[in-house]
């Protein structure tokens, strides 16, 4: 799925499209609301994004999508608490997780996006019933733990990283959020925390009604040593 298409060819080629249908159609249970919140900051990346996420639901009536802008509808932005600068900005399933896009997930991402709103539709993480042991010990010592995977386009292991952190996310929806950035459209953010190789996974603990940074792992990490990590750095130790 290139970004660098002509606005008015289809962004999903359509052999793809039709590879993607039956297996839309074959997986899909529930039906899955994605809210792309588009604007005039990043404006080419935004339409683009509201291109695809309206293409994907062409493909299956269980896709729900709806566009919001974020110029035009404040009231809207400031209820599912975005920052309207923010632009694109992707929500799968907001309603049942917690698993955000910032960027469009277009090039290697775009592999791992459609398989979480599968996943979410699921209700099925696919993660091992000892990792989501170790993940559920968060529920229990009352912690909420935000996932930051920074990406980009061109990188063939960042999809891997970004899936695993929303799989925590749909798993343990009480004490896990996801959000995956895609660094070269979001620079501030890359910046602030000096990224300089992708995936790059932040860590956050909620204190006090602030995230707090505890930990910071780059690469690609194998599942269990993730859940463990996460949960040792939620602890402090």
Not at 214 to 234: H, Y
Request: aromatic share 6%.
């Amino acid at each position: 799925m290139n970004q660098h298409r002509n606005a008015h060819e289809r962004i999903i080629d359509e052999k793809t499209a039709a590879d993607l249908k039956r297996r839309l159609e074959a997986e899909m249970k529930e039906p899955v609301t994605v809210v792309a919140i588009v604007g005039s900051v990043n404006a080419e990346y935004s339409n683009w994004t509201a291109r695809l996420v309206k293409e994907l639901a062409e493909l299956s009536e269980k896709i729900l999508v709806k566009i919001v802008d974020a110029d035009s509808e404040a009231d809207e932005i400031e209820r599912i608490g975005m920052d309207p600068k923010r632009t694109p900005a992707i929500l799968i399933g907001p309603e049942k997780v917690s698993v955000r896009y910032f960027g469009a997930p277009s090039g290697y991402e775009a592999w791992g996006f459609v398989e979480t709103i599968i996943q979410v539709s699921r209700g099925d993480s696919g993660l091992s019933s000892e990792t989501v042991e170790t993940l559920r010990r968060l529920v229990k010592l009352g912690k909420r733990v935000k996932l930051q995977v920074f990406v980009t386009p061109t990188c063939p292991y960042c999809p891997h990283q970004a899936l695993l952190a929303n799989r925590f996310a749909i798993a343990v929806p009480e004490a896990i959020e996801a959000e995956t950035v895609e660094a070269w459209e979001n620079p501030d953010m890359a910046d602030a925390l000096g990224v300089s190789a992708v995936p790059d996974t932040a860590v956050y603990v909620q204190e006090e009604r602030r995230w707090v940074l505890k930990n910071r792992l780059i690469g690609v990490q194998p599942e269990e040593k993730f859940a463990v990590d996460v949960v040792v750095s939620a602890l402090g130790e």
